[in-house]
Nanobody
C-alpha cells in the first residue's frame, strides 16, 4: 500500500516564504511525475507545479518566478519552495505522485492536503 504524507503548511505574512514536502512510502517500484495542486475556498483544484522523473518542470503562470518544485528520487520526496507569497496563494495544497507499485500498475496518489494561509 502506498501512502503520501505532506508537511510544511502554515500561516505566513505576505512576502514571506514556506516550504512544503511530500514523502511517499510503501511498495514503490518507480515514481514518474510528481506535482503540487491547490484548492482555494469556493474554487476548483488547480495545478501549481509538476516535475518529471528527469527533472523537467512546469509551473502555473501565477507562481512562475516565485515557486520552485524539486524532487529527491532516493527519498521519494517532492518539495515546493514558495517565496514572495501573496494572499491569493492561500489554499489547501495537495501533492500528487504517479507511482508504479511493486507487482502492480501505475496510478496517481494524493497527499492529505496542507493548509497555507497568507495574511495581508
Amino acid at each position: 500500500q502506498v501512502q503520501l504524507v505532506e508537511s510544511g503548511g502554515g500561516l505566513v505574512q505576505a512576502g514571506g516564504s514556506l516550504r512544503l514536502s511530500c514523502a511517499a512510502s510503501g511498495s514503490i517500484f518507480r515514481i514518474n511525475a510528481m506535482g503540487w495542486y491547490r484548492q482555494a475556498p469556493g474554487k476548483q483544484r488547480e495545478l501549481v507545479a509538476v516535475i518529471g522523473r528527469s527533472g523537467s518542470r512546469n509551473y502555473a503562470d501565477s507562481v512562475k518566478g516565485r515557486f520552485t518544485i524539486s524532487r529527491d528520487n532516493a527519498k521519494n520526496t517532492v518539495s515546493l519552495e514558495m517565496n514572495s507569497l501573496k494572499p491569493e496563494d492561500t489554499a489547501v495544497y495537495y501533492c500528487n505522485q504517479v507511482i508504479c507499485a511493486v507487482g502492480d500498475g501505475c496510478d496517481g496518489y494524493w497527499g492529505q492536503g496542507t493548509l497555507v494561509t497568507v495574511s495581508s
